[in-house]
């Protein structure tokens, strides 16, 4: 078959391709630590589980409406409302089976072709894909480590033309743990105003924050009616393989996603959503459990990677992932982490997989025991520094 010109303009994400060759190593017999992969290593939560098996047993499984069950929407609705300080009502809400079909739907909804999209760069790679695959042109800024892995704002502002018709911002940040600061969110709020533009918010990782609070975009002033949330269950509440997140936007735009989901996932899975409603609802000490442990690693890994020669890792504010710059060690971001796989064992991923400007580090995510990470810490360590000889 003859594929559309389109599909040569759609990438990956390299995790998963890490993955499988970590996995293809394993089955030869070889020890490897998994760093690649951005999910938690926990259980769901024994009350999510119960609620997820009881709505079976209770005949959930059959079609429900495209934007999501009016329980779970009600639920999110006053979850987003109390968390970001804002109003949200369920008609705002669209329920997906996971957070990509936002990023998708938002990009395709609001980008012609030869539109231009912003987004952060090293950042989360679907976003480029989806730019590219549909048309648009992929505007990257840059996420400086120097402020903590955030943009320049004025960088931001000279990126802005025209043609731009939608920002890409996320935090806390994958692959960087890098967290936006209040006032930046302020002032790139007034840019989106004074430009007319969209905002897609992805806040997957806004309950997965070890200092200070979550702010969101979406509460400044002139915000609330161009800004698109998007949240989730799989990191907050190790739900990956349920497969759910949504997003909060203008009502209005919310029924054109709600059409575009009708046109492509017909709706999310009953169960799964009944499931999400005890999430939000039920009790949150398994999250507030989740979150320490992962502080706790954090604090390992960071230490870690700074004691090994020609490596340096600033200290993430969110998420589970460290972005060490290895620039010292005198090789590039791909072959080291070919190395560290093949050589030493350890599967982590280029910073290159996140874009361009993430050349020169690597990401690890420390959603693995602290046994697994200290065992990766001592074979990075000596691998690193034989090479350096």
Not at 49 to 77: C, F, M, N
Not at 134 to 141: A, E, S, Y
Not at 190 to 208: F, K, M, N, P, Q
Not at 362 to 369: E, F, P, T, V
Request: charged share 25%.
């Amino acid at each position: 078959m003859k594929l559309a010109k389109r599909m040569s303009r759609l990438g990956t994400e390299s995790a998963f391709e890490v993955l499988v060759k970590a996995r293809a190593l394993e089955a030869k017999g070889k020890d490897v630590v998994h760093l690649e992969i951005g999910e938690p290593d926990f259980d769901t939560p024994a009350n999510i589980v119960r609620a997820g098996a009881e709505a079976l047993q209770g005949g959930w499984t059959h079609y429900g409406p495209s934007a999501g069950l009016p329980d779970l929407r009600k639920a999110i609705a006053d979850y987003v409302s109390r968390t970001r300080g804002i109003s949200a009502s369920p008609d705002q809400v669209v329920v997906t089976p996971g957070g990509k079909p936002i990023m998708f739907y938002a990009i395709i909804a609001l980008t012609d072709e030869g539109d231009e999209v912003i987004y952060p760069n090293p950042g989360f790679p679907i976003y480029e894909s989806v730019i590219e695959f549909i048309g648009g042109v992929p505007v990257p800024v840059r996420l400086h480590e120097s402020k903590g892995f955030n943009l320049d704002v004025e960088e931001l502002r000279r990126k802005i033309t025209k043609k731009t018709k939608l920002l890409i911002l996320n935090s806390p940040q994958n692959p960087t743990g890098g967290v936006t600061p209040k006032e930046d969110l302020e002032e790139i709020a007034r840019l989106a105003v004074e430009h007319d533009l969209a905002v897609l918010s992805d806040e997957i990782y806004c309950e997965i924050l070890y200092e200070g609070e979550h702010h969101s975009i979406a509460a400044f002033d002139g915000m609330a009616e161009r800004t698109i949330i998007l949240d989730g269950f799989s990191k907050t509440y190790a739900m990956t393989g349920w497969r759910m997140g949504y997003g909060v936007m203008p009502e209005a735009f919310a029924a054109h996603v709600a059409r575009l989901m009708t046109n492509t996932n017909s709706c999310t899975a009953s169960f799964t959503q009944r499931a999400g409603i005890e999430a939000l609802t039920g009790p949150q000490d398994d999250v507030r459990r989740m979150v320490a442990e992962f502080k706790r690693r954090r604090d390992v890994i960071v230490d870690g990677l700074n004691a090994i020669p020609g490596v340096s890792c600033l200290r993430p504010r969110g998420a589970f992932y460290v972005f060490p710059n290895i620039t010292g060690t005198g090789w590039d971001s791909r072959k080291l982490a070919d190395h560290l796989l093949e050589e030493a064992g350890v599967a982590a991923l280029s910073g290159t997989a996140f874009g361009s400007f993430g050349e020169g580090y690597l990401r690890l995510s420390y959603a693995n025991s602290i046994e697994n990470l200290q065992k990766a810490l001592d074979r990075m360590d000596a691998s690193i520094r034989k090479i350096k000889k």
